[in-house]
């Protein structure tokens, strides 16, 4: 079974072109469907919205899902400040597994709105998530941390940064896996499945 865990709507400005709802029809034989529709079309069970450090596509998703017999997986993409000079920020996906996790994650957006915001973008200081995981699922792929030291062959840097973010989301800690047709997807998938 199949479910996107990992998937970004037009609130995602400069990301995606996704659409929660379906633009009004243009004509009587427009066939339009919502991102809902066309994944109860492919029968997927559920599917996760996870907007860049956002939720605004939240209340419309989850109701068009319930209303297509789909489960509602509520998420969002997040930046953390660079680790080190010169290097990118790191990007992890959170989901919410529980009210306790929506609180959490509703709280850690708004904290990095008011206090996180560096180089354009809202980003979640570690402090902060290790104060607010609960009910938190964490993913971590090819833009995190530990997918970056994948693919730099660093093993031993990512199982130091394994151990912190397995204290963080115990049993909630899962290495992403996309494959998009970027360069080094294919790398970061080997690297990935071999650390597991």
């Not at 929660?20 to 339009?32: D, F, I, L, Q, T």
């Not at 680790?83 to 306790?100: F, I, K, P």
Request: aromatic share 8%; glycine share 10%.
């Amino acid at each position: 079974m199949f479910v996107h865990l990992h998937l970004h709507t037009e609130f995602s400005l400069v990301d995606s072109l996704i659409r929660v709802e379906s633009p009004a029809r243009k004509s009587a034989g427009a066939n339009v469907q919502n991102l809902t529709g066309f994944a109860a079309k492919l029968g997927l069970p559920a599917i996760a919205v996870t907007d860049q450090d956002n939720l605004f596509a939240m209340v419309k998703f989850y109701k068009l899902a319930e209303a297509a017999g789909i489960k509602p997986i509520i998420g969002a993409d997040i930046a953390m400040p660079e680790s080190g000079d010169g290097e990118q920020a790191e990007n992890v996906t959170l989901l919410v597994q529980n009210d306790s996790g929506y609180r959490n994650l509703t709280r850690l957006l708004s904290r990095a709105y008011n206090e996180g915001q560096g180089r354009g973008r809202p980003r979640i200081h570690r402090a902060w998530i290790e104060a607010a995981s609960d009910g938190l699922i964490a993913l971590s792929g090819r833009d995190g941390e530990i997918g970056r030291a994948l693919l730099a062959g660093k093993i031993e840097h990512a199982r130091g940064l394994t151990d912190w973010w397995g204290r963080h989301f115990p049993d909630r800690l899962y290495l992403e896996i996309t494959r998009c047709g970027r360069r080094d997807d294919d790398s970061h998938l080997r690297a990935a499945v071999s650390f597991a």
